[in-house]
Each structure stands twice: as structure tokens, then as C-alpha cells.
């Protein structure tokens, strides 16, 4: 029997509708991005093939400095979007789960801001909280709930790989389970109610009931990349006419640009299904637990960034004492 409830799940959602249209309005205008860049890149690269007699590779080459060029803008960019758009999305559907009322319009995204900003007085202090969780995850979750960990199957290595990426999907939302518990701590900063302190309580808390985690995101990562096919199919032909608006033949960077528009909406429509889903499953199922010292004791083993959170952790406790100052002449 799953442990996250879906009517639940789409009443939610639809409560926070400036959010899902603001995560649309960003992920179809990356999307957008990526199609503009490409093929202006492609264009360009057309016109100058076209000089020394060959336009085709020209183009090719146009449309990869095109798609590397917004790759990179980007990648700067996912810390702002981290910020303002995922983790403001999960703090007002954390609201309305513990029964609090929240504004509607465009008052919701402005109350969710002021929320992360009370928590997170800056975007890089939460990126690089989330970054440390995520690599935490990413290393227990290689060690403990990776297929290839429970059975080493000779010769059947690729599929197991393959087998382990599907499943990591629905796992790949835990993150922002454990921003979420961060998010319904409102008793200030400091101390064990610090961000470090929660996250790490959290982290532990997954880890010592991570089977019965595994077995709901198994269920969802159907779901996900179900619902991703489906768009996939979708989408190709209307990027593949925006391609062929420039002019230029890109058979592969339809295709490429066809699962980019996919990610993005499955980014903007089916990860917040995803995200609560699991945090209703991590709310049943550690209701009424403590960290569990042993946990503690593997996960420190496992992972360095682990021993890193603790530390910070333990800091935000007992501050450091003040540097000392030089003596006056």
C-alpha cells in the first residue's frame, strides 16, 4: 500500500496555482531559450558554411556553440532557481499541508519568498545547503539502494545501471523532502532548529526508513517518466516546425530540443506531484521517530559531506568565540 494520497496531491497543486504558472512560465521559457539559441546559432553557422562550400556542417557546428552558449547561462542561473521558484513553491505547499492559510494571486509568491528569506537570508546559503544534501543522498543511495550494491551481476552491468537511473528518478526529489522540513521550522535559526541541524536530523530520519521511501518513489518514477513520454510525444512536432522556421535541417537537434521542452515541463508540471507526494510519505512514515544514533554513525562512514553538515551543525549550537583583537599602541 502507497503512503501518499493523490486527490490530496492535485487539491494542493491547484491551491497553489501562481506557482505552477510561474514554474511554467520559466521552464517553457528555457525551452524557448534553447530553441532561439540553436537555431539563430544554426543560421549563423549556415552563413558562413556556406562560404567555404559547406553549409551543413557550418550549421551543425552554429547550433552546438548556440546550445552551449545557453547550457552555460544556465548552469550560473540554477541557483536563483532554486530559490525563488522550487524552494518558494515548496514552502506554501507546506503551509497549506499544516493547515495554514495562505494568500492567493500574486500575494501567494511574495508570502512563500518571505518565508525562504526568514529561513535563507541569501540564495547561495541555501545552494549550498542543498548541494551538501544532494550529495549525501547521492552517495547512500549508490551505496544502499543500488541495485548493482544488492546484485553484482556479471555481464549485466548496463542494464543495471540503467535499472538504478529509473529508480533514482523518484528519488531524485528527496532534497527538497528534506528542504520542506526546513521550511515548517519556524522557531528561528539558531541552534537545533538551525537549517544544518534540521537538514541533518532529516537526512538521518530518511536513512533509517529509506525501504519504505524506495518503495513509493519506485511507484512514482512509473508515473514520471509515463507522463514525460507522453509530452515527449507531444511536443516534437510543434519544436520541429520552430526548428524548420530558420531555415535550416537539424534532425538531431529537433530531437535534442524535443526532450529539453519535455524536461522542462515535467520540471514545471510533474515534479511538484513528485515533491509532495514524497513529502507526505516521509511525514507518515517518520512520524513520531529520533535520529537514530547507529544511522548517524554509517552515514558519517559513508560520505564526507555528511561529516561537513554535522559540523556545521554542531557550529550553529556553540558559535565560534569572536577573533581575538590585535592589542592598541
Known amino acids: 500500500m502507497l503512503d501518499f494520497r493523490t486527490g490530496q496531491i492535485f487539491g494542493l497543486l491547484v491551491r497553489t496555482l501562481p506557482f505552477i504558472l510561474l514554474r511554467l512560465a520559466v521552464y517553457v521559457g528555457?525551452?524557448?531559450?534553447?530553441?532561439?539559441?540553436?537555431?539563430?546559432?544554426?543560421?549563423?553557422?549556415?552563413?558562413?558554411g556556406s562560404i567555404g562550400s559547406n553549409a551543413g556542417g557550418g550549421a551543425g557546428i552554429g547550433g552546438l556553440i548556440g546550445f552551449a552558449i545557453i547550457s552555460g547561462i544556465l548552469y550560473w542561473a540554477r541557483e536563483y532557481l532554486l530559490y525563488l521558484v522550487k524552494a518558494g513553491h515548496i514552502a506554501v505547499l507546506i503551509e497549506l499541508m499544516d493547515g495554514r492559510e495562505v494568500p492567493d494571486g500574486k500575494g501567494q509568491i511574495e508570502y512563500a519568498t518571505n518565508i525562504v528569506?526568514?529561513?535563507?537570508?541569501?540564495?547561495?546559503t541555501l545552494f549550498g545547503l542543498n548541494q551538501l544534501?544532494?550529495?549525501?543522498?547521492?552517495?547512500?543511495?549508490?551505496?544502499?539502494?543500488?541495485?548493482?550494491?544488492?546484485?553484482p551481476i556479471p555481464g549485466l552491468d548496463v542494464l543495471v545501471k540503467l535499472v538504478d537511473a529509473i529508480i533514482n528518478t523518484g528519488l531524485s526529489h528527496l532534497d527538497q523532502v528534506i528542504l520542506a522540513q526546513i521550511l515548517r521550522r519556524k522557531t528561528g535559526n539558531g541552534g537545533t532548529n538551525s537549517p544544518w541541524a534540521i537538514a541533518r536530523d532529516s537526512t538521518v530520519l530518511y536513512a533509517q526508513n529509506y525501504k519504505g521511501v524506495l518503495k513509493n518513489a519506485a511507484f512514482l518514477t512509473f508515473i514520471i517518466w509515463g507522463l514525460t513520454l507522453v509530452i515527449l510525444l507531444i511536443v516534437a512536432a510543434p519544436i520541429a516546425a520552430l526548428v524548420g522556421l530558420f531555415h535550416v535541417?537539424?534532425?538531431i537537434a529537433t530531437f535534442v530540443l524535443a526532450v529539453i521542452a519535455a524536461l522542462s515541463l515535467k520540471a514545471a508540471l510533474i515534479d511538484?506531484?513528485?515533491?509532495?507526494?514524497?513529502?507526505?510519505?516521509?511525514?507518515?512514515?517518520?512520524?513520531?521517530?529520533?535520529?537514530?544514533?547507529?544511522?548517524?554513525?554509517?552515514?558519517?562512514?559513508?560520505?564526507?559531506?555528511?561529516?561537513e553538515l554535522t559540523q556545521k551543525a554542531r557550529e550553529a549550537v556553540t558559535p565560534s568565540p569572536p577573533a581575538a583583537q590585535p592589542p592598541r599602541a
Open 30 to 48: 528555457i525551452t524557448l531559450a534553447y530553441i532561439l539559441a540553436v537555431g539563430v546559432g544554426s543560421g549563423m553557422g549556415y552563413l558562413f
Open 117 to 124: 528569506k526568514q529561513h535563507f537570508a541569501t540564495s547561495s
Open 133 to 151: 544534501i544532494r550529495g549525501i543522498l547521492r552517495v547512500f543511495n549508490r551505496l544502499t539502494v543500488s541495485i548493482a550494491s544488492w546484485l
Open 249 to 251: 535541417h537539424a534532425g
Open 272 to 307: 511538484p506531484f513528485a515533491t509532495v507526494a514524497l513529502i507526505q510519505v516521509f511525514d507518515k512514515i517518520t512520524a513520531g521517530q529520533t535520529p537514530n544514533p547507529e544511522w548517524s554513525a554509517k552515514l558519517e562512514t559513508m560520505s564526507a559531506k555528511f561529516r
